[in-house]
């Protein structure tokens, strides 16, 4: 058996459509939907991320503004910048790019960013709104996630998800969202003695801790369900996952790839996050 491939490159060009549509419509209304990026220092990874999701923007029918600063701009003067976006009414989303310099506190940036703008659904305000089931933003990985196991037609009810990782990006997230699904969900992650134990008993497995092969195909149950949401070069400096594709698909019944799975439904799902606070606001 070869497992169906979970396309993220597919999935989001429907999923983007639907944007498009929903972006006509409000700019239609004089209200096209903003997001301001903001970028600190030089990160050459960043600097990819941030041009992506301004080119996925400009794409859909979005109004984007990109703020690069130096690295030496000082926390206050950030801070001071987003308060002025919070109250910036062409501006319906806020994203600061993750990492910041290191005199700079995430946390305190993330909290100032208006939860009614907060995109990411990274603020304690957004996370609490997840853990409690009310509706709000939920980030953008985990989101992208639940969206390709959807996309599968598998109902989740009763079903045991387990997921790698507890991040609060998105491991912590992923098992919220899967519990909402009705799934019954467990954690693992590195204090984990003997992580086979449990993925072979997982329905749906999702692959979160940035380490190539954490996964392999005999920890895997027939049929699962497996999304990869590592990012990580082999000894060729190929990107892969956390997961050993090419033996897990001969396993698993459906399965994301790394690259084309999880990343495209990313940044996917940060401009539904922001069509959303645009039709809220």
């Given at each position: 058996?070869?497992?169906?491939i ?21 700019t ?24 992506n ?14 703020e ?88 989740l ?10 991040s ?7 098992a919220?969202?899967l519990l ?36 392999t ?39 994301s ?5 999880v ?17 809220r606001?």
């Amino acid at each position: 058996m070869t497992a169906q491939i979970i396309s993220g490159t597919e999935l989001s060009k429907q999923i983007r459509a639907e944007v498009a549509q929903r972006a006509a419509a409000l700019t239609a209304k004089g209200k096209q939907p903003g997001l301001a990026v903001i970028l600190v220092g030089d990160d050459p990874a960043s600097q990819v991320y941030v041009r992506n999701k301004v080119k996925a923007c400009a794409d859909n029918g979005l109004h984007s503004v990109l703020e690069k600063y130096d690295a030496t701009l000082s926390e206050a003067d950030l801070l001071k910048r987003i308060d002025a976006l919070n109250n910036d009414p062409a501006i319906h989303g806020i994203l600061v790019q993750m990492p910041l310099p290191k005199h700079i506190d995430p946390h305190k940036v993330i909290e100032a960013i208006s939860t009614k703008k907060d995109v990411d659904g990274y603020s304690v305000l957004s996370a609490g709104e997840l853990m409690t089931g009310l509706p709000g933003f939920r980030p953008c990985t985990p989101y992208g996630c639940m969206k390709m196991i959807e996309s599968t037609g598998v109902n989740l009810r009763g079903k045991h998800a387990v997921v790698i990782g507890r991040s609060n990006t998105v491991g912590k997230p992923m098992a919220l969202l899967l519990l909402q699904a009705n799934a019954t969900v467990t954690i693992c992650h590195s204090g984990t003695p003997d992580l086979g134990y449990h993925t072979r008993q997982a329905d749906i497995v999702v692959a979160a801790v940035g380490r190539r092969n954490t996964l392999t195909a005999d920890m895997i149950k027939p049929g699962a369900i497996v999304i990869d949401v590592g990012i990580n070069q082999d000894e060729n400096g190929k990107l892969c996952g956390d997961v050993d594709f090419a033996q897990a698909k001969e396993v698993a019944g459906y399965i994301s790839p790394v690259p084309g799975g999880v990343g495209p439904m990313t940044i996917t799902m940060l401009l539904v996050n922001t069509i959303e606070a645009a039709e809220r606001s």
